[in-house]
């Protein structure tokens, strides 16, 4: 028998760079027999893919008392010992139908996100205080109720199977795709959950029976890799958004973590690095992504964790991280930050978020140039509603204590966005931190908002002209009526309400050109937007901001329209979270530490504010205020200027 060593002599595979995958494939004809060869050049054993440079009990013993991992390590001991105490959640058919019969979707979620925080929580404790027997218990009664559920989907995701739509038929003379029902079906977080459960089967294989054991491998095999290699293709194999990476990324994962044989795995991972290829194509030369911030974390962290446990796999041989794409789109984070915590929230992505500091730390030694911000914005353990084992493992696992010894606040930048039409500006001086944010792009975004023109003004950690964000999912708000949700249609924007109308939805309402100037103390964006209203009758909406970086910046906002006819009403309306203080002769916003003054021409625009509701992504109702300036003498062409100046 050759030794490893010989074997990759002899290999016709040969280390490469990806610069795509799907053009490298097609270079090489890299199919699954060569893919299949590569692993078998870089089989080690059954060597940890977590842990390939020694001992898991070791290193989790080690930084059980270390001072640097005392924060995260504390909330996972205060959690557990929590849950400890309280009865697992019942997922019930009461529960699941809801989402069916009403659209909702949060009844269920709820419980099934619990289980998610059980299973992680107590898999870390278990490995940070092995000795701990109630703590192995709770795990082990976790995994059983998992590998129980009728579905590792959402309802929400479940469409239709055989059992919802029909009377099944049964056969004992030949097979039925009846006999497979729910497990056809792969979601995002069927994906996850198969994920999280290989990954625990290989930390604590040592400690877990065998039944456990087998039962994680058949659930995994029948739920995920079956469907996954016989039932599709499924829409998310050739999608450009966070379902590609989040669903391919957490099978190839599974699969390098369960699967022995090279001729299976080889199988599944081509497959996988084709879907990564189309996830890829859904970022410009930008690296932007228009779903928001929340998604870039989210699809571009599951094709992280997935492409480490390639490279070391292989033995670094596919190295997906060599791809210039994927460096750009690592340095889209540091974009999307005001101060703190708020974030550009564009689409749907929450007005505030912490750092994932596993995933910031580990794109920072691929990429030097990936910003470490102060350690203070981390992602406390319980902050993720979804209990997503991936990024919590890899909040400890991937911490480097000396890079959050050296974390700091964001810093003055100016980045403009081209491909996706964002202008972020921060501007800091002694006085503090002011960022500026504006967008053009179109009405069929991923997570799309109808919302070319729009803009965000942040002075001091408050946000006083601010992006709703993510509303609360339901059937509704992902279906015909999405646009009728303040969050998304264009009513909850600072848009103009043109002759009573709103912008439609759709590719061809746009921005139709974009052009952007960024210097040291003024930056300039301009945007035509009229066909984002999809009205004959107006001609010409031309936006210009003007964004002066003085001790106290001022946006100035220039409006042009032009119109085939004089339209009957002309509205600009302005969003903030803030009440407005109206009573003086200019319209003030007050923050904690600042104000905002809204100045404009009283003899041509009248000032008008309400009080308006919505459902936030957590279902809580939250107020915000519509300030609308209604033109009192609308003509064929005219002009609106406004300044907004920070005090």
């Known amino acids: ?45 059954g060597r940890s893919l977590l842990f ?18 005392r924060p995260v390590l504390h909330e996972i001991r205060e959690v557990a010992e929590a849950l400890l105490r309280l009865p697992a959640p019942e997922l019930t058919y009461g529960i699941f139908r809801l989402f069916g019969e009403k659209g909702s979707r949060l009844e269920y979620e709820r419980p099934y996100f619990e289980m998610r925080k059980r299973l992680n929580t107590f898999t870390l404790y278990a490995l940070l205080e092995p000795e701990r027997e ?76 065998l039944l456990l054991r087998n039962r994680i491998r058949h659930e995994v095999y029948r739920r995920l890799f079956w469907p996954y290699m016989h039932q599709g293709p499924f829409s998310w194999e050739t999608a450009t958004h966070n379902w590609a990476a989040v669903c391919a990324g957490s099978i190839g994962s599974a699969a390098l973590h369960l699967m022995t044989d090279e001729d299976d795995l080889s199988a599944v991972l081509e497959k996988v690095l084709r879907t990564m290829d189309c996830y890829l ?30 490279k070391k796999r292989t033995g670094g041989a596919m190295n997906l991280f060599s791809n210039e794409r994927v460096h750009r789109i690592a340095l889209f984070q540091q974009k999307c930050f005001m101060s703190g915590a708020s974030v550009v929230n564009f689409s749907d992505s929450l007005p505030e978020a912490h750092i994932h500091m596993g995933l910031t730390h580990y794109l920072n030694r691929m990429y030097p140039d990936v910003f470490v911000p ?3 914005l981390r992602t406390g353990y319980t902050e993720d509603h979804c209990s997503r084992w991936a990024t919590a493992l890899r909040n400890v696992l991937w911490h480097r204590p000396e890079k959050a010894a050296d974390g700091q606040p964001w810093g003055e930048a100016s980045y403009f966005l081209e491909d996706a039409q964002w202008l972020v500006s921060r501007h800091r001086n002694e006085h503090g931190i002011y960022c500026f944010a504006a967008k053009g792009g179109h009405n069929a975004e991923p997570h799309n908002h109808n919302d070319v023109g729009h803009f965000i003004l942040h002075a001091a950690g408050d946000t006083f002209l601010a992006d709703l964000g993510s509303g609360m999912y339901t059937q509704d708000y992902f279906g015909d009526a999405r646009y009728s949700y303040l969050c998304n249609g264009s009513q909850g924007h600072s848009v103009p309400i043109v002759n009573g109308r709103v912008q439609q939805e759709g590719a061809q309402c746009r921005a139709q050109a974009a052009y952007a100037a960024v210097n040291r103390e003024t930056e300039r964006l301009q945007l035509d937007f009229a066909s984002a209203y999809g009205m004959k009758e107006l001609k010409q909406l031309t936006r210009t901001f003007q964004w002066h970086k003085k001790e106290q910046p001022v946006l100035e906002l220039e409006d042009t329209f032009v119109f085939n006819e004089t339209p009957d009403s002309l509205i600009e309306r302005f969003m903030t979270m803030l009440e407005p ?54 003509e064929k062409r005219c002009k609106v200027q406004l300044g907004f100046q920070f005090e």
């Open 52 to 69: 390939p440079a020694g001992d898991s009990a070791q290193w989790w013993s080690r930084i059980g008392q270390a001072e640097a991992y």
């Open 134 to 209: 109630d703590v192995m218990q709770a795990l082990q009664e976790t995994i059983w109720a998992i590998c129980n559920e009728y579905t590792w989907c959402l309802p929400a995701h479940v469409g239709t199977t055989p059992e919802t739509v029909g009377e099944a038929a049964y056969s004992l003379q030949e097979p039925s795709a009846d006999l497979q029902g729910n497990a056809s079906m792969i979601d995002l977080f069927s994906a996850e959950t198969g994920f999280a459960l290989s990954e625990i089967l290989r930390l604590t294989e040592h400690r877990l029976p």
């Open 281 to 310: 194509q859904g970022f410009k030369a930008d690296g932007a992504t228009t779903e928001g911030y929340g998604y870039w974390y989210y699809g571009f962290g599951f094709f992280v964790f997935f492409a480490d446990l390639l």
């Open 374 to 376: 102060s350690y203070s």
């Open 581 to 634: 203080d109206v009573s003086g002769n200019d319209l003030v916003i007050p923050g904690r530490e600042r104000r905002l003054i809204i100045r404009y021409d009283h003899e041509r625009l009248q000032p008008h504010v309400q009080k308006l509701e919505y459902a936030d992504h957590f279902g809580v109702q939250q107020d915000v205020y519509a300030i609308d300036f209604k033109v009192l003498q609308p």
């Open 1 to 45: 028998m050759r030794s490893n060593r010989a074997r990759r002599k002899a290999s016709s595979v040969q280390r490469v760079a990806f610069t795509s995958l799907l053009s490298y494939a097609a270079e090489v004809h890299m199919d699954r027999n060569q893919i299949a060869q590569m692993l078998r050049d870089h089989a080690d054993g």
